[in-house]
C-alpha cells in the first residue's frame, strides 16, 4: 500500500482526487489477532487522528471489529474472526 500526497497522486494518476468527504470508493480491512488488539488499534487510531465511525463490538457470528476513517477520509476496518 502506498500513500501519496495529492498533487503527486493526481499527477501519478492523471486525473482528479476524489472528495472522501461526499462518498466512498473502497475499505480497507486489516485483521486483529484478538479482541484486546482489536481495541488496541482504535486507541491508536484515535490518538493519530483517526475518526472511529463503528466502536469496537461484536457483529455477526464471531466478528469482533470496529470502523474508523482516516485523516484523509478513507475507510478501514480492523476485524477479529
Not at 462518498?23 to 491508536?44: R, Y
Not at 487522528?49 to 463503528?54: L, P, Y
Request: charged content about 25%; overall charge negative.
Amino acid at each position: 500500500m502506498h500513500f501519496f500526497a495529492i498533487d503527486s497522486f493526481k499527477d501519478s494518476t492523471k486525473g482528479e482526487v476524489a472528495d472522501l468527504t461526499c462518498g466512498n470508493e473502497v475499505m480497507f480491512t486489516l485483521w486483529a489477532e484478538s479482541k484486546q488488539e482489536v481495541d488496541t488499534w482504535a486507541v491508536e487510531v484515535r490518538n493519530a487522528g483517526g475518526m472511529i465511525f463503528t466502536e469496537p463490538s461484536e457483529f455477526g457470528e464471531r466478528y469482533y471489529g470496529f470502523g474508523f476513517s482516516d485523516p484523509d477520509g478513507h475507510k478501514w476496518n480492523v476485524f477479529h474472526i
